[in-house]
């Protein structure tokens, strides 16, 4: 991918299929917020991808759970 400066960067890509949670119903869903299963667990479906980034090698947390952090600042980096 060519960027403004007109310098090359290579941009990873990944395909992935998700499950939908098929165990006990979620109460707490924020609205009726569908939910995924990862690791036997339900999880919203940000944070299922959260958590495949941090297993990877990156740190990152949803804004909702910092809801005092500007819109577009929310830490996300690479820690290997």
């Known amino acids: 991918m060519k960027i403004a400066s ?3 960067v ?3 890509k ?3 299929t998700f499950d939908p949670w098929l165990g006990k119903p979620v109460k707490k869903t924020y609205g009726g917020k569908a939910l995924l299963a990862l690791n036997g667990k339900p999880l919203f479906a940000e944070l ?3 958590r ?3 297993k990877d090698g990156w ?3 949803g804004r909702f759970l910092r809801p005092e952090l500007p ?3 929310v830490p996300c980096e690479k820690t290997s």
């Open 14 to 16: 990944c395909i992935t």
């Open 59 to 61: 740190r990152g947390l």
């Open 48 to 50: 299922v991808v959260l």
């Open 10 to 12: 290579h941009v990873p």
């Open 52 to 54: 495949m980034l941090e």
């Open 71 to 73: 819109s577009g600042n």
């Open 6 to 8: 007109g310098k090359t």
